[in-house]
């Protein structure tokens, strides 16, 4: 492939900085563990992860059906480079500057901190249907585990994507659902204890469940390249339905995903589904509305600022964890840390790591392909 072909990968900015949201929903709500900074905070900010998975599945298709993948351990290794160092910088922090007693779950046998640790550093947490082992160490990992199985199918799921994605989407609806169906045959939900297995622990954070994400981010890609993209509309028409797709976000966040939770039996399989899945299809409607960028909300999400944000919006994930440890349990008791002040290091720290860590073991790691290397580098 030669560099003119390489151009011709457009560069979605507003798609970079829509991870910084999806990343600071996780952070919010995981500050309510610690502070009652954002008491109130809608329980569906959770989903932030669903909206990790479909735009890693939206960009991924969006830079690899132009490239194409010249070698698929070549393209798992690029992934890897994306994802393992800063992984394994975390948790050198978490091991240094987190109290021992809180830095993790603890117990004997395959629950042993040292066994949850070779798990962890081979990001295989995702595969385990135990809790204490999926959120061992640096808790937030898991996703980046069920992330490196995404990496691993991507290449085949790629295939012919323009002719099969309704038959991809399909399948994987059914696989997900099949599998949740399958476990609570299996679980009760009732069975509980440190160490034992859930449906919701043998489900939440597993590659086969949550693959229903990342195909729809894939066939969204194929949605708007085909339907959306070419439309010619007005500045103004396209800020409406941006501004209506952010608006139905938010709806759908802060009042809608609770109240029709609510409509699901509690021993039912399909309240675990809706709630784990139930958010995806309103990112990959934003995703689709806002990637070219041509409304209001697109030209705000075009800002340099966000942007930058965006691109270090994996170092904030992969740290506000640590840092919310860091100064829950190693400090001095009578020390309270603000809003203002942790968001201002958690940032600052995150940028450090970005040119520090990322940056430069991506360059050491990766192939020698030539590639538009902006583009790679900031998908998921």
Request: proline share 3%; hydrophobic share 55%; aromatic share 16%.
């Amino acid at each position: 492939m030669d560099c003119a072909e390489i151009n011709k990968v457009e560069d979605l900015k507003p798609l970079t900085s829509l991870r910084f949201f999806a990343a600071m929903m996780i952070v919010v709500l995981h500050s309510l563990l610690f502070w009652p900074w954002f008491t109130g905070a809608p329980s569906a900010l959770t989903s932030g992860v669903s909206f990790f998975f479909v735009l890693s599945g939206f960009i991924l298709t969006h830079v690899y059906s132009v490239k194409g993948v010249a070698s698929y351990w070549g393209f798992v290794r690029d992934r890897v480079s994306r994802i393992w160092p800063m992984h394994m910088f975390a948790l050198l922090l978490l091991i240094i500057f987190v109290r021992n007693d809180v830095a993790t779950y603890d117990g004997v046998g395959l629950f042993s901190k040292s066994s949850q640790f070779v798990v962890d550093v081979f990001l295989l947490q995702s595969l385990t249907p135990f809790e204490i082992i999926i959120f061992s160490w640096n808790s937030v990992s898991w996703s980046i585990s069920t992330e490196l199985f995404f990496y691993l199918a991507f290449p085949f799921l790629l295939m012919n994507i323009n002719s099969t994605w309704r038959l991809k989407m399909v399948s994987a609806a059914f696989i997900s659902v099949g599998y949740a169906f399958l476990i609570f045959t299996l679980l009760n939900e009732q069975t509980s204890g440190k160490g034992l297995i859930t449906p919701s622990s043998a489900i939440h954070a597993n590659p086969i469940f949550r693959a229903f994400e990342f195909c729809l981010g894939i066939c969204s890609w194929v949605i708007w390249r085909k339907y959306i993209k070419k439309l010619k509309l007005s500045f103004f028409v396209w800020s409406i339905i941006e501004i209506a797709v952010v608006v139905n976000v938010a709806v759908w966040v802060l009042f809608f995903h609770k109240a029709l939770l609510a409509f699901f039996d509690d021993a039912s399989p399909l309240k675990l589904i809706f709630r784990i899945l139930g958010s995806a299809w309103v990112y990959a409607a934003l995703i689709i509305v806002c990637a070219s960028g041509r409304g209001v909300i697109g030209k705000i999400l075009n800002n340099k600022a966000l942007i930058f944000l965006g691109e270090i919006s994996f170092a904030v994930y992969m740290l506000h964890m640590i840092l919310m440890k860091f100064f829950a349990f190693s400090l001095a008791p009578d020390y309270q840390v603000g809003p203002v002040v942790f968001f201002m290091i958690l940032i600052m720290l995150s940028a450090g790591c970005h040119f520090a860590i990322e940056k430069p073991m991506q360059k050491l790691l990766r192939t020698n392909e030539r590639v538009n290397k902006k583009l790679v580098a900031n998908t998921l």
